[in-house]
């Protein structure tokens, strides 16, 4: 396996890099801790009994631009 030197990359081949990294990885290459599985279930949970919430992104942005007039 080769090495390659990161600092002598240039910016747009450091973010290729990365990508190819993150692309490389699997859910099961990094299984979540005991913690992140129970935050995750309480909020599968949270959603089951209250369901979706949030504002619709037409209404964000609705908000966004009526604020920069």
Known sequence: MSTVDIAKLDPNERLELLEQLWD???PEAIPMTNAQTEELDRRLDELDREGPVGIP??????RI???AL
Request: hydrophobic share 35%.
């Open 65 to 67: 631009r009526n604020r």
């Open 57 to 62: 992104w037409n209404e964000v942005l609705d």
């Open 24 to 26: 490389s990885l699997s």
